[in-house]
T-cell receptor, first 118, second 110 residues
Framework: NAGVMQNPRHLVRRRGQEARLRCSPMKGHSHVYWYRQLPEEGLKFMVYLQKENIIDESGMPKERFSAEFPKEGPSILRIQQVVRGDSAAYFC????????????????FGEGSWLTVV | DQQVKQNSPSLSVQEGRISILNCDYTNSMFDYFLWYKKYPAEGPTFLISISSIKDKNEDGRFTVFLNKSAKHLSLHIVPSQPGDSAVYFCAASADYKLSFGAGTTVTVRA
């Protein structure tokens, strides 16, 4: 399966613990995006990364959240000292490259990681 | 700020009939529009897209129409099948960032 791989699919954390979500992009894709879906809402952009670079993190909460996409290995979304409001589905997506063409930028999503904070 | 709106949270349609899903946007800089389909506990699956230089794009049973002057797009599914029952998200972009609507839940009745 050459799709976007996310793990874990489900994660339960107590308040104050850390959550780490991992994402391996599709084969041949070097751009990774993280989106969050809160209950009854659409997906909201969090961060856009290329290998070893954060391109845009304007959608990330300023505190407790961080993301990386190292040269080797998956992209990781890290949430420190989780609170109940962090409970959501976190989706990773990837694309080969962003090109400003009439074809736009189609991104392909993984299955998601469901975080529950208790 | 809700730049992409799907005003119908749900739609029920009979199998074999047409499903029409609507989406409105406010940002005139958006120039690329996509529809994604999502089953419970799964990730969104890309369905179809359209660039602002077009007003229609068709792919099998799925057709997307874009009305730039009205800032409105729609997705037509013909004929609707039971497997089409899912949540459909409209998304728009001006660059690499997608803005999503809240989704429309489609139920196809046998």
């Amino acid at each position: 399966n050459a799709g976007v791989m996310q793990n874990p699919r489900h994660l339960v954390r107590r308040r104050g613990q850390e959550a780490r979500l991992r994402c391996s992009p599709m084969k041949g894709h070097s751009h990774v995006y993280w989106y969050r879906q809160l209950p009854e809402e659409g997906l909201k952009f969090m961060v856009y990364l290329q290998k070893e670079n954060i391109i845009d993190e304007s959608g990330m909460p300023k505190e407790r959240f961080s993301a990386e996409f190292p040269k080797e290995g998956p992209s990781i979304l890290r949430i420190q000292q989780v609170v109940r409001g962090d409970s959501a589905a976190y989706f990773c997506a990837s694309s080969p490259i962003f090109q400003r063409t009439s074809s736009g930028n189609t991104i392909y999503f993984g299955e998601g990681s469901w975080l529950t904070v208790v | 700020d809700q730049q992409v709106k799907q005003n119908s949270p749900s739609l029920s349609v009979q199998e074999g009939r047409i499903s029409i899903l609507n989406c409105d946007y406010t940002n005139s800089m958006f120039d690329y529009f996509l529809w994604y389909k999502k089953y419970p506990a799964e990730g969104p699956t890309f369905l179809i897209s359209i660039s602002s230089i077009k007003d229609k794009n068709e792919d099998g049973r799925f057709t997307v129409f874009l009305n730039k002057s009205a800032k409105h797009l729609s997705l037509h599914i013909v004929p609707s099948q039971p497997g089409d029952s899912a949540v459909y998200f409209c998304a728009a972009s001006a660059d690499y960032k997608l803005s999503f609507g809240a989704g429309t839940t489609v139920t196809v009745r046998a």
